[in-house]
T-cell receptor, first 109, second 114 residues
Framework: GQNIDQPTEMTATEGAIVQINCTYQTSGFNGLFWYQQHAGEAPTFLSYNVLDGLEEKGRFSSFLSRSKGYSYLLLKELQMKDSASYLCAVKDGDYKLSFGAGTTVTVRA | DAEITQSPRHKITETGRQVTLACHQTWNHNNMFWYRQDLGHGLRLIHYSYGVQDTNKGEVSDGYSVSRSNTEDLPLTLESAASSQTSVYFC?????????????FGPGTRLTVL
């Protein structure tokens, strides 16, 4: 089975940095994804990690430690448009994804 | 441009009725997936397909069925709708090759069962 945990909500100020943690216990592991989902919209792909370490993509970075079953998504220079839910998902041995419940990030002015 | 579409975007139905939600992708992706999204549960996998004539059950498949007669479409059928199936349904597709094999999501269908 799959167990994926992430905080329910986080609040931060515009221009600040926020780190969203994700811990997982899964029966198989073939990579970890982060998706962004604005209210009423579809999830959109942000990042993919399969090896340990940090992947940087503009203002967003994602980190993975396979031995610890841990990942985080780092959002820098927060903007109002970053207010959304962020979904952590683990890919198993096939092509299936198991999702965490999502973290709602609210950016305040 | 290639895309993934879902229809209808909103649907209200009554308990016991059969409902079919459509999903169509023009990426020529091998893999297609159906999820439901409910508050507090995140996205849960209902059914998935790795190619034409292939279908598989996900973690919450009871009361749902799918068929894959061509590459582009994976319709989801609720055989006899129940109030517990009120949810937002997302279809996704992925290429089925490559290391990451990223899934791309359709816009979603909001289904209400009264």
């Amino acid at each position: 089975g799959q167990n994926i945990d992430q905080p329910t909500e986080m609040t931060a100020t515009e221009g600040a940095i926020v780190q969203i943690n994700c811990t997982y216990q899964t029966s198989g592991f073939n990579g970890l994804f982060w998706y962004q989902q604005h209210a009423g919209e579809a999830p959109t792909f942000l990042s993919y990690n399969v090896l340990d370490g940090l992947e940087e993509k503009g203002r967003f970075s994602s980190f993975l430690s396979r031995s610890k079953g841990y990942s985080y998504l780092l959002l820098k220079e927060l903007q109002m448009k970053d207010s959304a839910s962020y979904l952590c998902a683990v890919k198993d041995g096939d092509y299936k994804l198991s999702f965490g419940a999502g973290t709602t990030v609210t950016v305040r002015a | 441009d290639a895309e993934i579409t879902q229809s209808p975007r909103h649907k209200i139905t009554e308990t016991g009725r059969q409902v079919t939600l459509a999903c169509h992708q023009t990426w020529n992706h091998n893999n297609m997936f159906w999820y439901r999204q409910d508050l507090g549960h995140g996205l849960r996998l209902i059914h998935y397909s790795y190619g034409v004539q292939d279908t598989n059950k996900g973690e919450v498949s009871d009361g749902y069925s799918v068929s894959r007669s061509n590459t582009e479409d994976l319709p989801l059928t609720l055989e006899s709708a129940a109030s517990s199936q009120t949810s937002v349904y997302f279809c996704a597709s992925s290429e089925g090759t490559g290391e990451s094999d990223t899934q791309y999501f359709g816009p979603g269908t909001r289904l209400t069962v009264l």
